[in-house]
């Protein structure tokens, strides 16, 4: 059996960066890993001992924003992309953000909710698992704005009968030109867990394309549109819309519409 | 200097009802209450030793809802209304409780997100006040709609550019005849403390009308409309709707359009 | 084969009311009549020649409103309930605006749009129909308020895709105490078929009631809650809440639970 | 006193294209044209007599869309933007299917309401004027999409108490990954007037940067950003977040975020 891409879709887990890849292997060692560091660490072994491979990270850990794992990865001749899949409302806030940029809107507050009823909602409810969720989500205000707009963004709670399909509610204040202000209001019904299986089958025909072509350690390209907190670390979130442009670069393909 | 009517709108404080009126004296001479306790003792006091007066009590510390007090300032010859104004969502969403109920309708979940930028919010930060609020809000899905439904209803967040006006979205599911599913969305933006001050002159006047009647203790007819959680204990919470129509029968006041 | 209850669920009619018994015999025999008024009359033979029966008009066309009509069905032992069934949207912004009342909050405007993909729907795209259902709709918010709010409440198009399940918009503004202006936004999907199914099967056993109990022409109290435009001529219409107290009462159904 | 830059922003009238130059100075001759045709032919004399100048169409009238328009400017060394200017609902809506479009989703369905209190509004009452509005806004979903998704796209109402700061509702219904239906809904509260007084400053320094470059006839990378209808005919419309990236690069602007 002959695997070119592994996914890492585990529960919201609590950690920070290695850093420096000597601490990788001491920390491993000694068992002071989470599990996703751990699996991310197994399939670099398999890179060398088997065949290059790819580490799609969908969920918050900092794998492809850890220095240490992106240099591991190179390593390895083993590719990581990274980290938190990028589905739902974030993508959609990324990019209302750039419409209000390009416009010269200035945005006063932000606060988005979600709930849900799956598994995923459920575990959120751990405040420690929230914390890390926040952090990948509410980086892309300043990034693309330019500016720390005051913001409220983040998964709220859980609410079984919801199910799969979440309910999201947003609201962006934002001065118009002459300092008029405006009030845009978001709620959106969406199925959570087919947005992340398109995304995840994307990532897997893409990481195939990065072994093809010998691109090891991460891409950026790619982790921009897909990730809510794209690696390598140092890279400013940027709108969808921007990411996507570039995605097609890299990936050779031409918009069809133009 | 005569005063009719004490208002009580300090910060949601962490607080269990005292119960037996033989154990408020003890309690209060040992300090072991809480502002609101305390507050409200004071103004038995002043009932006994000056004029009756009325303790309208506009947060959700159980007073109207600890027989203790309620005993107490019928003894003393005063008045207390509560607990917790009823102002913003709770009330339009004990309505459209009401209205699904008239309808048949099965509700299946209700979420509730608040979020605003007083102090009032500041507050609810804190997760011991949080919890309070919580226990006065979500009571009204069962009682009016006679079963339980999964509901998460509770003040969700801080977020200062909001200022007074806070953002409420909130969605309902329900099945319709036949079983099909409908939804129900709700965006409001409501200035938070001129609600309350409308209500609280309402108030004012009620409580002097309950003065001059010697209606003393607490008022259920007042109450049910006004407060979230309506005391004396062992009441249900009603729709607004019902409530409004007690109101104006315990005021002897005819709705002018009939 | 012994019919009780004969309903009309025709498309929407441009009609005005006959008026005048004496006009109703000519208007037929002359056939300046609309298919509506030829059931309604029909249903009336029907009445005296074979047994007391209900007809339930669903629709636009006043016939409960036709004083015409309603002498027509009391002289010949029948019942007509009507016009047209309240499901939707309008029993909603009925009770939403007599929440307003209540609170004493000044309505300044409403907007409230529906667009839906079923047959009723494509109907009303003819400017004609659509004019009759604006008639039945806008009436509440004067009656209810007790004033006139600025509004505009009308079915407002067709999109095939949306099929039975309607999309509803609306807002509602309105000021708050000391003149602070809220905001209400409402987004719904209603779907459109079963929420009158169950509304005419609530007025099949009604009318079957009003049989039993002899009462010939219309019953206010049933058209009240059921009924867009209550018949017969002459009467507000109120709110959904205050016409099901009506309907209770007049059915002899005590609410269980109170 | 020497111009620049003219601006039309009369209001929204019924008018077709002129199309072959040669039937310009004809129609003009006989008064065959309407106010902006007449308008843009005077600016167009003012290029050749006084000095070389700009046409804002910021309305719906084909101007920047006409052939004889276009090269009747290019041959008095004039510059004509147009048509139709950009702002509120329009451009939001060409982003959100950008959005939809670079993950593949399929959208089944949009529907989008505008009702405001100002002039604008008022005169779309009128029909022939709502028509040509729908004209300009409905071509985007094709364009954008490469598939047409049915959908209900136009200015609904006068409601005289929302004055400038219109009221914007809208669905849009898509398919996930998976075929699973989500659901997107915006309410937003626009000022009308300032958004568009912002746009057409930009477009004035725009015109004078055409004029420094002698850049003749129109300018599809500016009209692509601003316009809902884009001149010159041909081209398709195409998301704001493509053209602003277009429009910088004509205009030799770096994005200061990159």
Redo the contacts between chains.
Sequence with gaps: MKIDVFINVMTTELVEPIGRLGNLEKRVMEGDVTASQAYAYAVGLYCEKVRSAVFVNAIPSPIANDPAFIEYYRQKKGVVFGDDGSTGAT??TA??L??MY???RRV??I?Q?N?GGNTDFLALNLPERNIMKKKTKSSIVE??L?YEA???IRP???????GD?K?V?M?I?YL???E????????????DS??L???L?DLVRLGRMALDRETYGTVYEVNAFYMKKPGPPGF?A?????A??KLLEWAGVKD???
Excluded: M, Q
């Design positions: 993508p959609l990019d209302l750039e419409h390009e416009r010269n006063l507050d606060a909710f709930i990034d693309i330019g005051p913001n409220y709220t709670g859980y609410l079984e009968p919801l399909k309910f509610a609201i204040e118009s030109f002459g008029f202000k405006d009030e845009l209001y978001i709620v959106a019904r969406i199925n087919p947005a299986a398109g995304l089958i400013k940027v709108s969808k819309y921007y996507y442009t069809p519409r133009f």
